[in-house]
């Protein structure tokens, strides 16, 4: 199978939608790129080692794609960051009670396994979570709006958006209308906010 183009933005629907073809590896290295780093991120902030963290991604990533392909995700339920924060938060949970996750038979339990999936999290999701996922996936599709747009354009949201400069400093800059520098926030904004939605929701 060919390697997947780097720049190539793939929704999180379409990649989900892959996902359910169990050959298809470029699928899973797509989630994992776009959701491994807020992961080990919230488990380095709840006091887990490097290495705990690189394997609660990959094993909550795991479970993930095990649940999505059983059917279930239900969209109507939720945002999928929040579904997703329940499988990791439960994984988090597994790890730091290592003590208690041995059976009567001596054995770890599975961490995809129906007691374990069945563990209730918390009915609310944690505002740490929250703003590790956000800022990773904000970081995500900002490296695809430097794609996308030439650099006049970009450096226009830049300067009105996201370094909160006044519109005359930009003119001056950018050696360009006001309309212009308009047309340029608004046109970078709308496609920002497309690809945020495409990274945290599921369209049918």
């Given amino acids: 199978m060919a390697a997947h183009n780097a720049h190539e933005w793939v929704t999180t629907s379409t990649m989900l939608q892959r996902l359910s073809n169990f050959g298809d590896r470029a699928a899973w290295e797509r989630l994992s790129e776009r959701f491994a780093r807020p992961i080990q991120a919230f488990a380095r902030q709840r006091g887990l080692t490097p290495d705990e963290c690189e394997d609660v991604a990959q094993e909550s990533l795991m479970a993930f794609a095990q649940a999505y392909r059983r059917g279930d995700y239900d969209r109507a339920k939720g945002r999928l960051s929040h579904w997703l924060f329940g499988i990791v938060w ?76 006044s519109i005359e400093e930009a003119e001056g800059e950018l050696k360009t209308s006001r309309n212009a520098l308009a047309i340029a926030k608004h046109r970078v904004s709308k496609r920002l906010r497309e690809l945020i939605e495409q990274c945290d929701e599921v369209r049918p």
């Fill in 90 to 165: 439960r994984r988090i949970d597994h790890v730091r009670r290592k003590p208690d996750r041995v059976g009567n038979g001596g054995h770890l339990r599975p961490a995809d396994s129906a007691e374990w999936m069945n563990f209730e999290a918390p009915r609310t999701v944690s505002p740490e979570w929250e703003e590790i996922f956000e800022r990773t996936m904000l970081e995500d599709c900002m490296r695809q709006i430097r794609v996308e747009f030439e650099p006049k354009t970009l450096r226009a949201f830049e300067m009105l958006v996201l370094e909160d400069r």
